[in-house]
């Protein structure tokens, strides 16, 4: 299967500070990636969806101004967690979808794990 | 909501006993798939099923689904220590303008004891 990679797979870091989470697709091209968060125990909340060139399309409750995407090249979307709080402190995992927009397959990466103290 | 809803929350059964968990869900969907997370750890994809097939098996796995009842179902077989995980069961459904994309059951953690 296809390989999606997230960097890093964990991090932590002082409340106030950014961090920035990368996905990337090693052997295909992905225009869309998604973003997901998971706290302990609990399910796959979708985020966002990252778009390749345009906007990233945010899902109702997540702040954009919080959780920046930017999704430059075919293979690379990057989730910034800005002025990180004890609150983000989270399991992000990233998807990548191989194909077209109605047929395609999505691969997973291994997940980041972020905690703010 | 679109996202599934799975029971049971939790699920603990002995080594060589079958593992049933059940999703059911609000929406039309267009397919359903199963995937596995051990903890953790990223998602490993198990099955899909389209909405137009009622059952579909993978070794020792069978899904099936009803979409009168909007319900779906994974079944174990034969259940070995290994396949203790978190299983999500995830609605694929399309969106103009972000194509397909998967949201999440609530899961079930399977525990099984050898």
């Known amino acids: 299967g296809a390989v999606v990679s997230q960097h890093p797979s964990r991090v932590i870091c002082k409340s106030g500070t950014s961090v920035k989470i990368e996905c990337r697709s090693l052997d295909f091209q992905a225009t869309t990636m998604f973003w997901y968060r998971q706290f302990p125990k609990q399910s796959l909340m979708l985020m966002a969806t990252?778009?390749?060139?345009?906007?990233?399309?945010?899902e109702q409750g997540v702040e954009k101004d919080k959780f920046l995407i930017n999704h430059a090249s075919l293979t690379l979307s990057t989730l910034t967690v800005t002025s990180a709080h004890p609150e983000d402190s989270s399991f992000y995992i990233c998807?990548?979808?191989?194909?077209?927009?109605?047929?395609?397959?999505?691969?997973f990466g291994e997940g980041s794990r972020l905690t703010v103290l | 909501s679109q996202q599934g809803e799975e029971d049971p929350q939790a699920l603990s059964i002995q080594e060589g006993e079958n593992a049933t968990m059940n999703c059911s869900y609000k929406t039309s969907i267009n397919n359903l798939q199963w995937y596995r997370q051990n903890s953790g750890r990223g998602l490993v994809h198990l099955i899909l099923?389209?909405?137009?097939?009622r059952e579909k098996h993978s070794g020792r796995l069978r899904v099936t689904l009803d979409t009168s009842k909007k319900s779906s179902s994974l079944l174990i077989t034969a259940s070995r220590a290994a396949d203790t995980a978190s299983y999500f069961c995830a609605l694929i459904t399309w969106r103009w303008a972000s194509g397909s994309r998967l949201t999440f059951g609530e899961g079930t953690q399977l525990t099984v004891n050898p």
């Open positions: 099923i389209r909405s137009n097939e």
């Open positions: 998807s990548a979808r191989r194909g077209g927009a109605r047929g395609g397959e999505l691969f």
């Open positions: 990252s778009n390749e060139g345009s906007k990233a399309t945010y």
